[in-house]
């Protein structure tokens, strides 16, 4: 079946600028996490999401946001691009809450963002 | 406040030999761990976990070891293979309420695994 998919993969923005990244999740998988990578920080979580509702929010500021649709996609947003907002925005998604196996995430190649 | 720390960055290891990756937590209301791997232009990919309530879980040449008391867990490769050179993330799960769990990750330790 097939993986989660992000895109875009790659993308380039200047400072003050926003912008929308989309995350697929595998078939069956109804939870969606975001992640963001630097390399000094590791795997950052930002949130998570399912059943179109936020449960958990990580330790980030307000513009960093998210959604989820009825069909399990995902959506996050960062408003106003600054340059330490430079990562890769990892996807992950999961069974349902509740569910054994649901701590096993799944992710994705991830969005590779580039703030000028 | 780092919850999960793996101390070494970096780790330089023979093949055939073995791997032994590090991980030590703080928060002993973890209750299940789990080691990733990525490669570079890639996700993590999941590799192996653990219960809190085991202190040993073995699959193929991945064996990790948990060590409550300590709050260490660890990562053995047995026999290295230059395709295990890698990142790899160790990760603790925490359950945050109503059926979810919240992973919290290790800054990495990025295996080379010399021929």
């Known amino acids: 079946k097939a993986g989660v998919t992000q895109t875009p993969r790659y993308l380039i923005k200047t400072r003050g600028q926003q912008v929308t990244l989309s995350c697929s999740p595998i078939?069956?998988?109804?939870?969606v996490s975001w992640y963001q990578q630097t390399p000094g920080q590791g795997l950052q979580f930002l949130f998570e999401?399912?059943?179109?509702?936020?449960?958990n929010k990580g330790n980030f500021p307000g513009r960093f946001s998210g959604r989820q649709f009825s069909n399990s996609r995902s959506e996050m947003n960062v408003s106003t691009l600054e340059l330490g907002d430079s990562a890769l925005y990892l996807c992950?998604?999961?069974?349902?809450?509740?569910?054994?196996?649901?701590?096993?995430?799944?992710f994705g190649a991830g969005s590779r963002l580039t703030v000028l | 406040d780092q919850q999960v720390k793996q101390n070494s960055p970096s780790l330089s290891v023979q093949e055939g030999r073995i791997s032994i990756l590090n991980c030590d937590y703080t928060?002993?209301?973890?209750?299940?761990f789990l080691w990733y791997k990525k490669y570079p232009a890639e996700g993590p990919t999941f590799l192996i976990s653990?219960?809190?309530?085991?202190d040993k879980n073995e699959d193929g040449r991945f064996t990790v070891f948990l060590n409550k008391s300590a709050k260490h867990l660890s990562l053995h490769i047995v026999p290295s293979q230059p395709g295990d050179s890698a990142v790899y993330f160790c990760?603790?799960?925490?359950?945050?309420?109503?059926?979810?769990?919240?992973?919290?990750f290790g800054k990495g330790t990025k295996l080379s695994v010399i021929p």
């Open positions: 992950a998604s999961s069974l349902a809450p509740g569910t054994t196996g649901a701590n096993v995430l799944t």
């Open positions: 078939s069956g998988h109804r939870s």
């Open positions: 999401y399912f059943s179109e509702t936020q449960r």
């Open positions: 928060n002993s209301m973890f209750d299940y």
């Open positions: 653990i219960s809190s309530i085991k």
């Open positions: 990760a603790a799960s925490l359950y945050s309420g109503a059926g979810s769990y919240q992973l919290t």
